[in-house]
T-cell receptor
Framework: GENVEQHPSTLSVQEGDSAVIKCTYS??????FPWYKQELGKRPQLIID?????GEKKDQRIAVTLNKTAKHFSLHITETQPEDSAVYFC???????????FGQGTELSVKP | GAVVSQHPSRVICKSGTSVKIECRSL??????MFWYRQFPKQSLMLMAT?????????EQGVEKDKFLINHASLTLSTLTVTSAHPEDSSFYIC???????????FGPGTRLTVT
């Protein structure tokens, strides 16, 4: 089955700096890759997603890149703000609407 | 946006008892719902896929007789933790798949504590 590895497990940046979180997946059949932000005790919130027919997608300060050959995808947050502090999870699925296999999570801390 | 609710939000039960958790899609139909478990400072682990009108599909290592799933309508799936033990204490989160858009929406989670 699918296995998703996520790095780093913790990331601390200064406000205004960029943050990059990386994930690799094992199943070449996966073609849908969402990213979620989860605050303590709350539900995961979808922040951006990408499908395998696209190499990059951007939404304001957030971007995701996908290298299907290497089976890895990354989340880029620019101009970080303290409210970006949370745990971020990547996930992979064989299709949108299919079961999600999550990475281990990255605890991002943005220091003012 | 689409709303998914869970009930209860928190529950404390004694070891050996059973607990039922409900997951509802409030403004859309969901033929498929997913159940996840999340231990503190860990990731979401998929437990099972719940399909309306048919048996749930369990992930490897998840005991189907212990975690009973029922998806009797297009808006409701239930997870029953039977004969709960302290090691079952966890955050249980459901997600519902909008049958029209294929977007997946998460519930707010249920904190289960077994004493």
């Amino acid at each position: 089955g699918e296995n998703v590895e996520q790095h780093p497990s913790t990331l601390s940046v200064q406000e205004g700096d960029s943050a990059v979180i990386k994930c690799t997946y094992s199943d070449s059949a996966s073609n849908y890759f969402p990213w979620y932000k989860q605050e303590l005790g709350k539900r995961p919130q979808l922040i951006i997603d990408i499908r395998s027919n696209v190499g990059e997608k951007k939404d304001q300060r957030i971007a995701v890149t996908l290298n299907k050959t290497a089976k890895h995808f990354s989340l880029h947050i620019t101009e970080t703000q303290p409210e970006d502090s949370a745990v971020y999870f990547c996930a992979a699925s064989p299709n949108q609407g299919g079961k999600l296999i999550f990475g281990q999570g990255t605890e991002l801390s943005v220091k003012p | 946006g689409a709303v998914v609710s869970q009930h209860p939000s928190r529950v404390i039960c004694k070891s050996g008892t059973s607990v039922k958790i409900e997951c509802r899609s409030l403004d859309f139909q969901a033929t498929t719902m997913f159940w996840y478990r999340q231990f503190p400072k860990q990731s979401l682990m998929l437990m099972a896929t719940s399909n309306e009108g048919s048996k749930a599909t369990y992930e490897q290592g998840v005991e189907k007789d212990k975690f009973l799933i029922n998806h009797a309508s297009l808006t409701l799936s239930t997870l029953t933790v039977t004969s709960a033990h302290p090691e079952d204490s966890s955050f249980y989160i459901c997600s519902a798949l909008d049958s029209q858009s294929y977007e997946q929406y998460f519930g707010p989670g249920t904190r289960l504590t077994v004493t």
